[in-house]
C-alpha cells in the first residue's frame, strides 16, 4: 500500500502492520520524511552559490565610494555579523533543543516555534517578497551577461567607439525557458548538483575578473585612488558623496546576507552529525570563502580603476581585451544565476505547494502524482500542479523584468527591508528566546546594540535605494534598449 500510495501522492502512507517489520523506516529520517542526505559540503554550495552573486565584480564600486579605510573595514564588519547570525539561527532549526528538538522546515516554521503571533506573518512577508524580487533580479542580470558576450564581441569586431547595442528582451526569455525545465526539479533536496556547478561558476567568474584586475595595476596605468573614496568637487557633489555612501554600506551589507534560503538548506542536511553542527561547518566555509573574494575583488578592483570603477567591470566593460576571455566569464555568471535562481526560487515553490496540499488535500490536480518512464534516468514523477504554478511562476518574474529593467534599483530596496528582520533581528530574538538570556545581562544587552545598528544600516540602505530609484526612473527610456 504505501509504494502504491508513493506513486500516486506526496505523501507517504504507513500502515501499522508495516511498522512490526520496520521496513518503512529504513528511508526515512526521524520526521518520517525521505532521509535527508546533504552534508556540510553541499550546504557549503549551497551557500556560496547564494552569497557570492555577480554583485561581486561591483563591490569595486562600493569600496571606491567608502576608500581605503572605511571600504575594508566595513566589509569584514558585515562577514562577521552574518557568519555570527548565521550560526545562531542555525541552532533554532530545532526546537526547543538544538539537536534532539523538533525539526522545522523553514524560516516562518522556526519564527512560529521560537517566537509566534504577528511576528511569523512579518517573516514570511520579508521572505518571501525577497526571494521574489531576487528571482526577478536574476532574470534581468544574467540577460545583462549574455548580451555583454554579444556586445563584447561586436566591439571586438568594429572597434570600442561602436554602440553596439542589442535588446535584453530575447536574452531573458531564453533564461526564463531554461528556468522552467529547471523548476521541475521537485525540492532543494535534489539541487546539490546544481549548485556545486553555480558554485564553481561563481569562483570560475570571479577569479577572472580579480585576474584582470591585477593585469590592469601591474601595467602601471595611474588611477586616482583616496582613503576616504570618491572625492567631492572633483569626482561628486557633496550630496552625491552622502548618497553614494549610503548605497555602497548597503550594497555591502546584502552582499553577505543568504539568511531567507539558510533553514532551507540546513533541512537537506543529515542528521548525523547533528545538523546544526554541520552547517555552522558550511557557514564557516561559506562565509570564509565569500569573504576572501569579496576583499581580492574589491580592493584590486578599486586599486585597478580608483574612483572611477564602474558598477560592474564585466558586463560594464571596464575591460574590452581579451574578448574571449570577458565572454567567457559572463557565460559563467549566467550559469551561475541559472543555479542561483533556484536555489531562492525553491523556498517560494515548496512554501505555495505545501499551503494548497494542506488547503485542499483531496484535490488530485494538487497532489497526485504521475510517473513516468525516463530513459537512463528511471521513473520521474510529474505533477501537474508544481507543472502549471512554476512554470506560470518563471513566465511571470521574466515578464515583469522585460518590463522593469531598472528593477534591480527595486532590488536594493527590497533587501534594505528584508536584511534587518531576516539576517538580524529574528536569528537574535529566537537565540535570546531559546537560551532564555536573562534580560539586561551584558549578553543581552550587546546583542541588542547589535540588532539596533543594523536596524539603522537597512534604514540608510533603504533611503540610498530610493534616492537611486528615483535617479534611474528620471533616466529611464522605455523604448531604449
Request: hydrophobic share 45%.
Amino acid at each position: 500500500m504505501a509504494k502504491e500510495m508513493q506513486k500516486t501522492s506526496m505523501f507517504i502512507e504507513r500502515n501499522p502492520g508495516d511498522c512490526e517489520n520496520g521496513d518503512i523506516y529504513k528511508n526515512l529520517d526521524d520526521d518520517g520524511r525521505v532521509k535527508r542526505t546533504g552534508t556540510w559540503v553541499t550546504a557549503s554550495a549551497h551557500i556560496i552559490t547564494a552569497v557570492i552573486g555577480s554583485g561581486v565584480l561591483s563591490l569595486a564600486w562600493a569600496i571606491a565610494q567608502l576608500g581605503w579605510v572605511a571600504g575594508p573595514a566595513i566589509l569584514m564588519a558585515f562577514s562577521f555579523i552574518t557568519y555570527f547570525t548565521s550560526t545562531l539561527l542555525a541552532d533554532c532549526y530545532r526546537a526547543p533543543d538544538p539537536v534532539h528538538g523538533k525539526r522545522n522546515y523553514t524560516y516562518m516554521d522556526v519564527v512560529r516555534a521560537y517566537l509566534g503571533g504577528r511576528k511569523v506573518q512579518l517573516c514570511g512577508l520579508a521572505q518571501y517578497v525577497n526571494l521574489l524580487g531576487v528571482t526577478i533580479g536574476y532574470t534581468i542580470t544574467a540577460s545583462i551577461s549574455m548580451v555583454a558576450v554579444k556586445r563584447s564581441n561586436c566591439f571586438h569586431k568594429h572597434g570600442h567607439h561602436v554602440k553596439c547595442q542589442t535588446s535584453n528582451n530575447p536574452f531573458m526569455i531564453i533564461f526564463a525557458c531554461i528556468q522552467i525545465v529547471l523548476s521541475q526539479i521537485p525540492n532543494f533536496h535534489n539541487l546539490s548538483w546544481l549548485s556545486i556547478i553555480a558554485a564553481i561558476m561563481s569562483f570560475a567568474y570571479s577569479s577572472i575578473g580579480l585576474g584582470l584586475s591585477i593585469a590592469k595595476v601591474a601595467g602601471g596605468e595611474h588611477v586616482r585612488t583616496s582613503l576616504t573614496g570618491v572625492t567631492v568637487g572633483v569626482d561628486v557633489s557633496g550630496s552625491e558623496k552622502i548618497w553614494r555612501t549610503f548605497q555602497a554600506i548597503g550594497d555591502i551589507a546584502f552582499a553577505y546576507a543568504y539568511s531567507t534560503v539558510l533553514v532551507e538548506i540546513q533541512d537537506t542536511i543529515k542528521s548525523s552529525p547533528p545538523e546544526n553542527k554541520s552547517m555552522k561547518r558550511a557557514t564557516t566555509l561559506g562565509v570564509s570563502t565569500t569573504t576572501i573574494f569579496y576583499v581580492l575583488c574589491g580592493l584590486v578592483g578599486y586599486a585597478a580603476f580608483g574612483n572611477e570603477a564602474p558598477g560592474n567591470f564585466l558586463t560594464g566593460f571596464g575591460f574590452y581585451e581579451p574578448f574571449w576571455l570577458i565572454d567567457f566569464a559572463n557565460i559563467c555568471i549566467a550559469i551561475h544565476l541559472i543555479g542561483a535562481y533556484q536555489v531562492f526560487a525553491q523556498p517560494l515553490f515548496g512554501f505555495i505547494e505545501g499551503w494548497c496540499a494542506r488547503k485542499w488535500p483531496e484535490n488530485k490536480f494538487i497532489t497526485r502524482e504521475h510517473g513516468i518512464d525516463v530513459p537512463c534516468y528511471g521513473v520521474y514523477y510529474v505533477n501537474f500542479f508544481r507543472l502549471v504554478w512554476r512554470t506560470a511562476y518563471v513566465i511571470v518574474t521574466a515578464v515583469v523584468a522585460m518590463l522593469f529593467p531598472f528593477f534591480n534599483d527595486f532590488l536594493g530596496l527590497i533587501g534594505a527591508g528584508s536584511f534587518w528582520p531576516l539576517t538580524v533581528y529574528f536569528p537574535i530574538e529566537m537565540h535570546i528566546a531559546q537560551t532564555k538570556l536573562p534580560k539586561y545581562s551584558f549578553r543581552w544587552i550587546w546583542l541588542k546594540i547589535l540588532s539596533w545598528v543594523c536596524l539603522i544600516v537597512s534604514l540608510i540602505a533603504a533611503a540610498g535605494s530610493i534616492q537611486g530609484l528615483i535617479q534611474s526612473l528620471k533616466t529611464y527610456k522605455p523604448f531604449q534598449t
